[in-house]
């Protein structure tokens, strides 16, 4: 499976363990791995389930704040707004803009999270 860090596996396993839905839900564990990199979980304060529906509750309740889009870059709202189309299929993601967006990095995190979607549970909780 792949981590960018060692500190995106924690977060990943510490989401799992707050929110148990995440150990038997495909959406749940794609939503949590993506929000778990360090660079989107520091934005969301480690909170990402405000109320309790899903793990990009922070991105909806602070994306009408404008001072939201000046918090992460264009690669790292791209993989957001991924996760959430993985996640519900949310209509707000355009693979052809967020390929010529993404690094190596990112690139790779979409790809895991693409598996992790499809039933491929590279992990054990």
């Known amino acids: 499976m792949y981590f960018v860090s060692p500190k995106h596996a924690d977060n990943f396993y510490q989401l799992l363990r707050r929110y148990p839905v995440g150990q038997r839900d495909r959406e749940y564990q794609t939503g949590f791995y993506i929000v778990a990199h360090p660079e989107i ?17 922070w991105y909806f309740d602070e994306s009408n704040d ?3 889009q000046a918090g992460l870059s264009s690669g790292f709202l791209a993989l957001v707004r991924a996760g959430i189309n993985l996640f519900n299929n949310h209509e707000d993601f355009s693979l052809y ?29």
């Open 41 to 57: 979980y520091n934005h969301c304060n480690g909170n990402p389930v405000s109320d309790g529906d899903s793990p990009f509750d």
């Open 66 to 68: 404008s001072s939201f």
């Open 97 to 125: 803009l967020s390929l010529g967006t993404w690094g190596d990095e990112l690139f790779k995190v979409f790809v895991q999270a693409c598996e992790i979607r499809r039933g491929r549970q590279l992990f054990s909780i």
